[in-house]
C-alpha cells in the first residue's frame, strides 16, 4: 500500500487536452451529413472572414469565378449585418433553446407542424425581401411614403418575419429533443436571421439609408430590427445565459419609459418606429462592438483556433508547471503562470478557468489549499488573462474602435498594469501558501524543463504577432501572419497541420466565434439605447458634479458604475456599456482619453471575480465544487490589490508608458513594492512571520503612499516600510509566530 501511495505521488503531471473543444451543455451534437454540412458552416465563416479582412476573394483564392458571393473589400454595413446573420444561423442550428431530451424522445408532434408552418412564413418573407432587392436593382424608387411599399413592408414582409420569429422562440423554449437532433423552429429562427440580413442590405444600399431614425424611414426597417433584435438577444440567451439579455431588455424598456423617470434618467419620448430604425445601423447593433467583432475578435479567434490545433495551450501549462510547480503552493503559482500565458491566446476569464483551471484546481486541493481557496486562485489568475498583450481580452479592441488609438498603443500601454495585476495575485497567493506552510511540488512530478525549453518555437507565433505589430502592421495583417506561422510551426510538432487540420481550425474558430458575436451584438443594442436617449451624457454631468466636491469621489463612483454594470456580463459587454456610460463623464472630468478608457476597461474584467454576480468565480467553484458564493468572495479578496492598480495609473500615467524611461521605471519600481506591501498587509505575512495588527495598518498605509506616484510620497511610503521592517526583523512583536510547516519533501 505505501508503495502505491509513493508511487502516486512521484507521477508527473503533464497537461493534455487544455486545447481540446470545449462542449457546452446545450450545443448539439451532430454526425453523418448534417455533422459534414455544420462543419462546413462554421468552417467557411470563419475563412470568409479572413479573406475578406484580406481583401481576398473566392474567386482569387481559387481561380474559378463563383457568382452571387460578394466582391471584397466589401462595404462595411453589409459586412457587419452579414457577419450578424451568418452567426445567428450557425448558432441557431448548433445550440438549443433548452436542455436535451433522452434519445427516446423526438419532440411534440403538434410543435412539428407548427414549426413547419413557421417555416414557411419564414420563407415567404425571405422571399419578399429578395424581391424587394430585385425591384430597388430594378431602378424602383423607395422610400417609406409611397401606401404600397408600405403595405407590402409591413404585411408581406414584417408581418410573416414577426410571426415566424416570435413564434418560432417563443415554441423552442418548450421543444424539448436529443442532443443529436435538429429543430425545425431552429431551422426557422436562421431563415429570419437571412431574412433580415437580405431585407437591410437592400435598403441600406438605397438613399434610404440616410433617413434612419427620421419619420421618412421606410416601415420594413423598424420591422426587420425589431425582429434582428429579438434574435440577438434570443441567441444571446442560449450562448452567454440571461444576465446581458435582462439588462439589454431593461435598457430596451426605459427607451419608451425614459419620459416618465425623474431627473438625470429623464429622456425625450421617442417612438418605436424611430428607435428601431435606427438601432440597427452603427449608431447601435452595427456599431463599434460589431466592427470590432467582425475584425480583430475573430481574426484572433482564428489565431487561437489554429494555436490550439498545434496543441500550443497543452505547451504552456506544462511550461508553466516546469517553470513554477515547485515554489511554495506550486499548482497555484503555475494557475498564474499558465493564465497568463493562456490568456495571450484566448483573453477570456471564463474561457482560462475551464482551460487551465480543470488541470491546476484538483492539484492546489491536493497540496492542501480548501476548494474555495484553490477555485478562487483560478479565477483571479485567469481573470487578468484578458489586460495580458499582445492579444488582451475583446474589450481592447473595442477600446481601440471607440477612442481611435491604435491597438499596438493600448497593447503597450497594458504591459505594466497587466504585470501588476498578475504580481499582485502572486504576491496574495504566495502570502497564502507561506501561512499555510506549503511547500511545492516535487520535481519528479513535474514536466522536465529542460525537455520544454527544446520546444521554445512554439512560442514563435506570438513573438512574430508583437513584432509585426511594433514594426508598424496592422492589427489585420499581424493577426494573419501571427496564424500562418502558427501552422508552419506546427510541422515542428506532432500535431502537423494539413489541409484537414486546417480546415479543422477554420471550424473550431467559427464555432468559437458564435459567443462573442451574439455578446457584441447585444452590447450593440445598449450602446444604441445609450446614444440614442442621451443618458450617457446626462451620467458624465453627473460625474462632473460629484468632481467638484472631489475628484477621487468621482473615480469611485465610476469604479462602481463600472462593475455593477460588469455583474453577470461577459467583459466584451461590460467595457461596451461602460464606456458609453462612464467613460466619456472621465474625459470630462480633464483626465487623458486612454487613462479614462482604461480604467473602465480595468474595472469591467475584474467585474468576473466581484461579488455577488462573478462569472469566473463561479465557472471555477463548478470545477472545485465549493460554494460560487465563497468562491467569488475569496476570489475577490485574493485579487483585492488589483483593484487598486487603475488608481494608481490615475495618479501616475508613467505607468501607461507615458513619460521618460525615467519615469515609467520608478513608477513601475514603486508600483510593485507598494503591490508587495499592500499584500502583505492584506494576508498578515511580511518577512516570513505573521504580522501584528499595527504593523498591518503600517504596511497598507506605506503602500498606498508608494502607489500614489509622486517623490514625495515614495519618501514617506519607504520611510513607513523601513519602520515596520525594523519593527518585525528587530523588536519581534510577541504575536509573531511561525506556523507549523506542512508536507515534506
Not at 486562485?377 to 491604435?406: L, Y
Not at 493600448?410 to 501588476?420: E, G, K, Q, S, W
Request: charged share 10%.
Amino acid at each position: 500500500m505505501g508503495d502505491k501511495i509513493q508511487e502516486e505521488q512521484v507521477t508527473p503531471v503533464v497537461a493534455e487536452g487544455v486545447d481540446d473543444e470545449p462542449i457546452e451543455n446545450n450545443r448539439r451534437l451532430f454526425v453523418g451529413k448534417f455533422g459534414w454540412f455544420m462543419a462546413f458552416y462554421a468552417g467557411f465563416y470563419a475563412l470568409f472572414h479572413m479573406l475578406a479582412l484580406n481583401g481576398v476573394s473566392i474567386s482569387e483564392l481559387t481561380g474559378i469565378v463563383v457568382p452571387y458571393l460578394p466582391a471584397f473589400p466589401m462595404e462595411t454595413w453589409n459586412f457587419r449585418i452579414i457577419h450578424i446573420a451568418g452567426a445567428l444561423g450557425l448558432g441557431f442550428l448548433l445550440f438549443s433553446g433548452r436542455n436535451f431530451s433522452s434519445d427516446e424522445e423526438q419532440g411534440s408532434d403538434i410543435i412539428n407542424i407548427v414549426s413547419i408552418a413557421l417555416s414557411l412564413a419564414a420563407l415567404f418573407s425571405l422571399g419578399m425581401a429578395m424581391s424587394f432587392s430585385a425591384e430597388i436593382a430594378a431602378g424602383t424608387a423607395w422610400n417609406g411614403i409611397d401606401e404600397t411599399i408600405k403595405f407590402n413592408e409591413t404585411w408581406l414582409f414584417g408581418a410573416p418575419l414577426f410571426v415566424a420569429t416570435f413564434g418560432a422562440i417563443f415554441l423552442s423554449w418548450f421543444d424539448k429533443r436529443p442532443r443529436g437532433s435538429i429543430s425545425g423552429l431552429d431551422v426557422t429562427l436562421a431563415i429570419c436571421g437571412v431574412s433580415v440580413a437580405a431585407y437591410l442590405i437592400a435598403i441600406f444600399g438605397t438613399q434610404m439609408r440616410n433617413a434612419t431614425g427620421t419619420p421618412f424611414a421606410p416601415i420594413g426597417m423598424s420591422l426587420a430590427a425589431v425582429a434582428g433584435t429579438a434574435l440577438i438577444l434570443e441567441m444571446t440567451r442560449r450562448v452567454a445565459g440571461l444576465a446581458l439579455v435582462i439588462i439589454a431588455g431593461i435598457f430596451l424598456i426605459y427607451v419608451f419609459t425614459g419620459q416618465y423617470m425623474p431627473g438625470v434618467l429623464n429622456s425625450p419620448p421617442i417612438s418605436w418606429q424611430r428607435f428601431f430604425s435606427q438601432v440597427y445601423t452603427d449608431a447601435g447593433i452595427l456599431g463599434p462592438t460589431t466592427a470590432v467583432s467582425s475584425t480583430y475578435i475573430i481574426l484572433f479567434i482564428i489565431f487561437a483556433g489554429f494555436l490550439q490545433a498545434s496543441k500550443v495551450g497543452d505547451y504552456f501549462v506544462n511550461f508553466a508547471f516546469a517553470a513554477a510547480g515547485r515554489a511554495r503552493g506550486g499548482p497555484a503559482k503555475v494557475a498564474i503562470f499558465a493564465s497568463g500565458l493562456m490568456g495571450m491566446i484566448n483573453g477570456t476569464s471564463a474561457g482560462n478557468v475551464v482551460a487551465t483551471g480543470s488541470l491546476t484546481i484538483p492539484l492546489m486541493k491536493r497540496v492542501g489549499y480548501s476548494s474555495k481557496v484553490a477555485g478562487a486562485v483560478e479565477a483571479a489568475a485567469s481573470t487578468g488573462g484578458q489586460i495580458m498583450p499582445p492579444i488582451m481580452g475583446a474589450g481592447a479592441f473595442i477600446m481601440a474602435e471607440v477612442t481611435g488609438i491604435p491597438y499596438q498603443e493600448i497593447a503597450i500601454a497594458a504591459i505594466i498594469p497587466a504585470v501588476l495585476f498578475y504580481v499582485s495575485v502572486y504576491f496574495m497567493v504566495d502570502f497564502e501558501a507561506a501561512k499555510l506552510g506549503m511547500r511545492g511540488m516535487k520535481k519528479e512530478e513535474l514536466p522536465i524543463f529542460a525537455e520544454l525549453v527544446k520546444q521554445v518555437y512554439l512560442f514563435i507565433p506570438i513573438i512574430i504577432l508583437i513584432a509585426a505589430l511594433f514594426m508598424g502592421y496592422s492589427v489585420i495583417r499581424a493577426g494573419t501572419l501571427a496564424t500562418a506561422a502558427a501552422a508552419m510551426v506546427s510541422w515542428l510538432t506532432p500535431h502537423r497541420m494539413g489541409i484537414r487540420s486546417i480546415a479543422k481550425a477554420f471550424e473550431l474558430s467559427g464555432l468559437m466565434s458564435i459567443q462573442i458575436i451574439a455578446v457584441c451584438a447585444c452590447a450593440g443594442i445598449i450602446v444604441g439605447v445609450i446614444s440614442l436617449t442621451g443618458v450617457g451624457a446626462r451620467f458624465s454631468n453627473l460625474l462632473l458634479g460629484l468632481a467638484e466636491t472631489s475628484q477621487l469621489l468621482a473615480m469611485f463612483f465610476a469604479m462602481c458604475i463600472a462593475i455593477l454594470l460588469g455583474m453577470g456580463m461577459p467583459t466584451t459587454a461590460a467595457y461596451a456599456v461602460a464606456a458609453s456610460v462612464v467613460a466619456p463623464g472621465l474625459v470630462d472630468l480633464g483626465i487623458p482619453l486612454l487613462t479614462a478608457h482604461f480604467f473602465v476597461f480595468y474595472f469591467a474584467v475584474v467585474s468576473a471575480i466581484t461579488p455577488p454576480v462573478a462569472l469566473a468565480s463561479y465557472a471555477a467553484a463548478g470545477i472545485s465544487g465549493a460554494n460560487p458564493m465563497e468562491t467569488s468572495v475569496t476570489s475577490f479578496r485574493i485579487g483585492i490589490s488589483a483593484f487598486i492598480v487603475p488608481f494608481m495609473f490615475f495618479y501616475n500615467s508613467a505607468l501607461l508608458m507615458e513619460g521618460s524611461t525615467i519615469e515609467i521605471g520608478r513608477a513601475f519600481l514603486t508600483s510593485v513594492a507598494g503591490v508587495y506591501l499592500l499584500s502583505a498587509g492584506m494576508q498578515g505575512w511580511f518577512l516570513e512571520r505573521k504580522v501584528v495588527w499595527f504593523n498591518r495598518v503600517g504596511l497598507v498605509i506605506a503602500a498606498l503612499f508608494l502607489i500614489e506616484g509622486g517623490l514625495t510620497t515614495d519618501l514617506i511610503g519607504a520611510g513607513l516600510a523601513a519602520a515596520v521592517f525594523v519593527i518585525q526583523r528587530v523588536v519581534k512583536p510577541s504575536e509573531d509566530a511561525m506556523p507549523a510547516v506542512r508536507g515534506a519533501d
